[in-house]
C-alpha cells in the first residue's frame, strides 16, 4: 500500500467514527424535536435524516458536467445501497422491529416506480422534474398526517424520551451540530473513498452507479444502527423511508429540472428495474413489522449481487 492509499484509508477511517459520533447527537435532537412539536420520531427523521445535501451537490454537479452515470447513480445506485445495504446490513446488525402505516409503506414502493418519469426519454425532461419536486413535496405533507396518531413501536426508550423533554434551542442545535457533522464526516468517507476506487482503475458504469454511491452514502449503515441500537427503531425505519423519497422524488426531480441528463441505456434497462424489485421486496420485509437477520442478509446478497452485475454489463 502506497502512502496515497494509506492516507485516502485514514480519511475514510476518521470519515466513519465521525458520523457515528455525529449520529448519537442528531438522533438525540430529532427525538427532541418530535417530542416539542408532538409529532412521530418517524416523521421527523424522514423529512430530516433522509435530506443529505451531498447527494445533491454530487448529482448536480456530475448533470452540469454531462456525468450521466454519476448524476443519475447519486438517485437509482444511491437507492439500491440504501434499500439493500444501508437497511440489510443494519438489520444483520440490529434487526429492525417498527409497525408502519400501509399508507406509508405504500409510499415507500410507489416513490421508486415514479422515479421512471424522468427516463422516458433521450435526456431526462425537465417537465417531469417539475412533476417529481411536486410529488415529493407531497409525499412528505401525507407522510406527515398519516404518522401522527400512529404507533411505531413501543419501549421503554420511548416513554423516557416522551418525560425528558429538551429546551427548543437546545434539540435545534443537537440537530443542525449532527447534521453538519455528518456531512462533514460524510464528505471524508465520500473523499477517502472516491481516492480507493480511482486507484482501483475501474469502468465509468461501476463507478457511477455503484461505487460513487456507495462512497456518498456509506455512513447510512451507521445512521441505520445506532438509532436502533438505542432502541429508536422507528428512527432508523424513518431514515431509509426518508432517504429513498429525498433520492427517488426531490433529487432525481432537481437534477431533471435543473440540470437534465441523457438517459443511459443501462439506467433504463437495469438500474431502474433492480431498485423497483428491491424496494417492493424490502416493503415486503416492513410490512411484517419486522427486518430480521435473515431477511438483511437476503438484501444485502442484492446488493452484492447488483454490484456484480454493473461491474459485467457493459
Known amino acids: ?40 420520531p418517524f416523521a421527523v427523521s424522514a423529512v430530516v435524516s433522509g435530506m443529505e445535501a451531498e447527494n ?16 443519475l447513480g447519486t438517485v437509482f445506485g444511491g437507492s439500491i445501497f440504501v434499500v439493500c445495504m444501508a437497511l440489510g446490513a443494519g438489520a444483520l446488525i440490529v434487526p429492525l422491529r417498527v409497525r408502519l402505516p400501509r399508507r406509508v409503506l405504500a409510499l415507500f414502493a410507489l416513490a421508486p416506480l415514479l422515479a421512471g418519469l424522468a427516463l422516458i426519454g433521450d ?22 398526517r398519516v404518522s401522527r396518531h400512529h404507533t411505531f413501536m413501543e419501549s421503554e426508550e420511548v416513554s423516557e424520551a416522551v418525560e425528558k423533554r429538551r429546551p427548543l434551542w437546545a434539540v435545534i442545535a443537537l440537530t443542525v451540530a449532527g447534521i453538519a457533522l455528518i456531512t462533514g464526516g460524510g ?21 457511477g452507479m455503484v461505487l460513487t454511491p456507495a462512497a456518498i452514502e456509506a ?24 432517504t429513498l423519497l ?25 438500474d431502474w428495474p433492480f431498485l423497483v424489485a428491491a424496494s417492493w421486496l424490502a416493503t415486503a420485509f416492513l410490512a411484517r413489522g419486522r427486518v430480521g437477520r435473515v431477511a438483511g442478509a437476503v438484501l444485502v446478497a442484492l446488493a452484492v449481487a447488483y454490484a456484480i452485475l454493473r461491474g459485467v454489463i457493459r
Do not use: C, K
Open 246 to 270: 429525498w433520492f427517488t422524488l426531490a433529487n432525481l426531480g432537481l437534477i431533471a429540472l435543473v440540470t437534465p441528463v441523457r438517459v443511459p441505456r443501462l439506467t433504463r434497462a437495469v
Open 56 to 71: 445533491v451537490a454530487v448529482g448536480l454537479a456530475a448533470g452540469s458536467r454531462g456525468a450521466a452515470e454519476v448524476a
Open 187 to 207: 464528505e471524508l468517507v465520500a473523499s477517502g473513498a472516491t481516492r480507493l476506487i480511482a486507484d482501483a482503475g475501474l469502468g465509468a458504469g461501476l463507478v
Open 123 to 144: 435526456a431526462t425532461p425537465r417537465w417531469t422534474g417539475a412533476l417529481l419536486l411536486l410529488l415529493f413535496a407531497a409525499s412528505l405533507a401525507y407522510l406527515l
Open 1 to 40: 500500500m502506497n502512502a496515497a492509499t494509506a492516507i485516502a484509508a485514514l480519511v475514510f477511517a476518521g470519515g466513519v467514527v465521525l458520523v457515528v459520533l455525529a449520529t448519537e447527537r442528531l438522533l438525540e435532537g430529532l427525538v427532541g424535536i418530535a417530542t416539542i412539536l408532538r409529532v412521530a
Open 219 to 242: 455512513e447510512e449503515i451507521v445512521r441505520q444502527v445506532v438509532p436502533a441500537r438505542a432502541g429508536r427503531h422507528d428512527v432508523s425505519a424513518g431514515n431509509v423511508v426518508g
